[in-house]
């Protein structure tokens, strides 16, 4: 598999443009892929989910979210970060069956307390159709514990574009399921029905295309082995976990269940970008992080190298998606408007705060990564609690104050987290933030023409009484092409070397 070229230090900003020229197809094309299947993953879920709360009771779609919220949690313990050590671990085909093996033991003892959880609600608390809802979840964890093992196979192979594939495959019959069993009477039933199809034809998929069959086997130094680094991810895990429902969770109680609702729609908006922008980061990430790593390991310059990469990679993801946050606080009241309607214009605000923290939480994308493949992945737990922490804790003491105060909290704890962020890339990965600061600067130019250009549009629509969905698409092609070409006046005419567009010229 080729790398990246490893100069020495003196001359390897000269052949960074090299580099880029070799790799940037095939990078393009991963990321196009992983991107796609992205979105029509969260067509999917956005599909669903307006079926769902139309064909559904609200009695039954509030018993989904509760009990799923429940369910996420045991998976996030079932997948224990076994696709992760495949992407940082050149796993021979031993290794590969231990893997396999683990992540079944785990799937199944997750399956066993869903079961046990299913049975006390069933036969303890008289309530068999929640009992019965909860068996079918359990379902979930078996599938979904080898699927993070085939996605982390399919990722060190380098292939991307037959996992997209895949999720799109997946993504799809899951849809069909789910629609099919809402037709028919199968209710909440079937957006469980749904998730399962979803993750069934992936692992069966996966491992057509992977060529590979766990062998039930495993040792005890290497079950240690896997279970250390799994203890890492998985605190990593639980803590975002805990991170993500506390906001809602909190509002709820402090504020009542229309806030919450609010406040749970800018967040669903929010993520459907995040997700987008996240998830082929986040694998690009690993992909191109670990060929820099795998390259040069011998000679123990892995943290520099990286890092170095990771440098370049930091100020073309941020060129990326800050422009993609901040516009969408800038059209959040037009999407709100054209998506949900009136009565939830309450949300745009709240879209508008979140999206801002959005845009401080990018770089924690990079860090899993970059860290593991440094070999320092052992300081992001503590760093997860902090943040964890401040974040839990912000919004505990802002609710009572009004919700829009607890999306400003959130803000703030962003803030921390980018520092933290900061300090554990730069330290311990080698990532040169003087320099990602340097760039984006003329990155936040392009960003201000943009924001102008929305502005003036929005005003200008307003006084001409546009349609709302007219103005919308009106304001994300001017903006976002305004953007792109202040970006390409800045590299082109003033020589200020823009990665995106410089081919990493330094």
Same mark, same amino acid.
């Given at each position: 598999?080729?790398?990246?070229?490893?100069?020495?230090?003196?001359?390897?900003?000269?052949?960074?443009?090299?580099?880029?020229?070799?790799?940037?197809?095939? !990078?393009? %094309?991963? +990321?196009?892929?992983? &991107? #796609?299947?992205? $979105?029509?993953?969260?067509?999917?879920q @956005? *599909?669903?989910?307006?079926?769902?709360a139309r064909?559904?009771?609200s009695?039954?779609?509030?018993?989904?979210?509760y009990?799923?919220?429940?369910?996420?949690?045991?998976v996030?313990?079932?997948?224990?970060?076994?696709?992760?050590?495949?992407?940082?671990?050149?796993?021979?085909?031993?290794?590969?069956?231990?893997?396999?093996?683990?992540?079944?033991?785990?799937?199944?003892?997750?399956?066993?307390?869903?079961?046990?959880?299913?049975?006390?609600?069933?036969f303890?608390f008289?309530?068999?159709?929640?009992?019965?809802?909860?068996?079918?979840?359990?379902?979930?964890?078996?599938?979904?514990?080898?699927?993070?093992?085939?996605?982390?196979?399919?990722?060190?192979?380098?292939?991307?574009?037959?996992q997209?594939?895949?999720?799109?495959?997946?993504? !799809?019959? %899951?849809? +069909?399921?789910?629609? &099919? #069993?809402?037709? $028919?009477g199968?209710?909440?039933?079937? @957006? *469980?029905?749904?998730?399962?199809?979803?993750?069934?034809?992936?692992?069966?998929?996966?491992?057509?295309?992977?060529?590979?069959?766990?062998?039930?086997?495993?040792?005890?130094?290497?079950?240690?082995?896997?279970?250390?680094f799994?203890?890492?991810?998985?605190?990593?895990?639980?803590?975002?976990?805990l991170?993500?429902?506390?906001?809602?969770?909190?509002?709820?109680?402090f504020?009542?269940?229309?806030?919450?609702?609010?406040?749970?729609?800018?967040?669903?908006?929010?993520?459907?970008?995040?997700?987008?922008?996240?998830?082929p980061?986040r694998?690009?990430?690993?992909?191109?992080?670990?060929?820099?790593?795998?390259?040069?390991?011998?000679?123990?310059?892995?943290?520099?190298?990286?890092?170095?990469?990771?440098?370049?990679?930091?100020?073309?993801?941020?060129?990326?998606?800050?422009?993609?946050?901040?516009?969408?606080?800038?059209?959040?009241?037009?999407?709100?408007?054209?998506?949900?309607?009136?009565?939830?214009?309450?949300?745009?605000?709240?879209v508008?705060?979140?999206?801002?923290?959005?845009?401080l939480?990018?770089?924690?994308?990079?860090?899993?990564?970059?860290?593991?493949?440094?070999?320092?992945?052992?300081?992001?737990?503590?760093?997860?609690?902090?943040?964890?922490?401040?974040?839990?804790?912000?919004?505990?003491?802002?609710?009572?104050?009004?919700?829009?105060?607890?999306?400003?909290?959130?803000?703030?704890?962003?803030?921390?987290?980018?520092?933290?962020?900061?300090?554990?890339?730069?330290?311990?990965?080698?990532?040169?933030?003087?320099?990602?600061?340097?760039?984006?600067?003329?990155?936040?130019?392009?960003?201000?023409?943009m924001?102008?250009?929305?502005?003036?549009l929005?005003?200008?629509?307003?006084?001409?009484?546009l349609?709302?969905?007219?103005?919308?698409?009106?304001?994300?092609?001017?903006g976002?092409?305004?953007?792109?070409?202040?970006?390409?006046?800045l590299q082109?005419?003033?020589?200020?070397?823009?990665?995106?567009?410089?081919?990493?010229?330094?």
């Amino acid at each position: 598999m080729d790398g990246f070229p490893l100069p020495p230090s003196s001359s390897r900003r000269s052949h960074l443009p090299r580099w880029l020229r070799l790799r940037l197809p095939s !990078v393009i %094309g991963d +990321g196009a892929s992983t &991107l #796609g299947s992205k $979105i029509v993953s969260q067509v999917v879920q @956005l *599909v669903v989910f307006l079926v769902a709360a139309r064909v559904l009771e609200s009695a039954e779609f509030g018993l989904y979210a509760y009990s799923s919220a429940v369910v996420i949690l045991l998976v996030v313990v079932a997948e224990g970060g076994w696709g992760e050590f495949i992407m940082k671990t050149e796993c021979t085909r031993d290794e590969l069956d231990q893997v396999g093996t683990i992540s079944i033991i785990s799937g199944m003892l997750v399956t066993m307390v869903g079961l046990s959880i299913a049975a006390v609600v069933w036969f303890f608390f008289h309530q068999p159709w929640e009992g019965m809802l909860l068996c079918l979840f359990s379902s979930w964890f078996l599938p979904s514990s080898l699927s993070v093992v085939y996605d982390g196979l399919l990722v060190a192979r380098g292939l991307l574009r037959k996992q997209a594939a895949i999720r799109i495959a997946s993504e !799809v019959t %899951g849809l +069909g399921v789910t629609m &099919l #069993g809402l037709w $028919i009477g199968w209710n909440i039933f079937s @957006l *469980v029905a749904g998730r399962l199809a979803t993750l069934l034809v992936g692992v069966f998929a996966s491992a057509i295309v992977a060529g590979w069959y766990p062998k039930l086997r495993l040792t005890l130094p290497f079950a240690r082995e896997i279970l250390e680094f799994s203890r890492h991810i998985l605190a990593n895990r639980l803590i975002i976990f805990l991170r993500s429902y506390s906001g809602t969770l909190a509002i709820g109680s402090f504020l009542g269940l229309a806030e919450a609702g609010y406040y749970r729609v800018a967040e669903r908006i929010i993520a459907a970008f995040s997700e987008l922008i996240g998830e082929p980061a986040r694998m690009l990430a690993w992909t191109l992080f670990r060929r820099v790593a795998v390259k040069i390991d011998a000679n123990g310059k892995t943290s520099r190298d990286v890092g170095t990469s990771a440098t370049t990679f930091m100020t073309i993801l941020m060129a990326i998606s800050a422009p993609i946050y901040l516009g969408l606080s800038l059209i959040s009241s037009g999407l709100i408007d054209v998506v949900l309607g009136d009565k939830w214009a309450p949300a745009a605000i709240l879209v508008t705060i979140l999206s801002a923290k959005q845009v401080l939480l990018t770089p924690g994308y990079v860090t899993e990564p970059l860290l593991s493949l440094s070999g320092n992945i052992r300081r992001m737990p503590a760093a997860l609690l902090f943040n964890g922490a401040i974040s839990v804790g912000l919004i505990v003491l802002l609710a009572p104050f009004g919700v829009e105060a607890a999306a400003w909290g959130q803000c703030l704890a962003s803030l921390i987290s980018f520092a933290v962020s900061m300090h554990l890339q730069r330290n311990y990965g080698g990532l040169a933030w003087s320099r990602v600061i340097r760039d984006c600067a003329y990155v936040a130019v392009a960003i201000a023409a943009m924001a102008a250009t929305v502005y003036s549009l929005g005003y200008l629509a307003e006084a001409s009484a546009l349609r709302h969905l007219s103005t919308l698409a009106i304001q994300v092609v001017f903006g976002g092409t305004i953007y792109v070409l202040t970006l390409a006046i800045l590299q082109k005419v003033i020589g200020i070397p823009i990665p995106i567009f410089a081919g990493g010229r330094r």
